[in-house]
């Protein structure tokens, strides 16, 4: 019911930087907690960063900590995850999702953007 449509992914080199964005659509984007997960070739998807509703917790995966920011705009139903520092390990199709808190799970799903990250 609710449409996530990601952009920003690309190719860029090692050392370089992306931000990638994800807008909502819907009138109750400020109820979701927001996700980043990527899925490498040959890889289980993975997360990489969540995002409160508020925006005021942010929690990262251990390989992109220092490197990767979420944030978010509420008024502009639109999550971003800014990619700093890129290796090519990074290089995956990125998701962005969203849950309804408490609970765990995250319901809706975008179509993913692809970030390829040569050496």
């Known amino acids: 019911q609710v449409q996530l449509v990601e952009s920003g992914g690309g190719l860029v080199q090692a050392g370089g930087s992306l931000r990638l964005s994800c807008t909502a659509s819907?009138?109750?984007?400020?109820?979701?907690?927001m996700g980043w997960f990527r899925q490498a070739p040959g890889k289980e998807r993975e997360f990489v960063a969540g995002i409160s509703r508020s925006g005021d917790t942010t929690d990262y995966a251990g390989s992109v900590k220092g490197r990767f920011i979420i944030s978010r705009d509420n008024a502009k139903n639109t999550v971003f995850l800014q990619m700093n520092s890129l290796k090519p390990e990074d290089t995956a199709v990125y998701y962005c999702?969203?849950?309804?808190?408490?609970?765990?799970?995250?319901?809706?799903w975008g179509q993913g953007t692809q970030v390829t990250v040569s050496s």
């Open positions: 819907g009138r109750t984007f400020s109820t979701y907690s």
């Open positions: 999702a969203a849950r309804i808190p408490p609970q765990a799970r995250y319901i809706y």
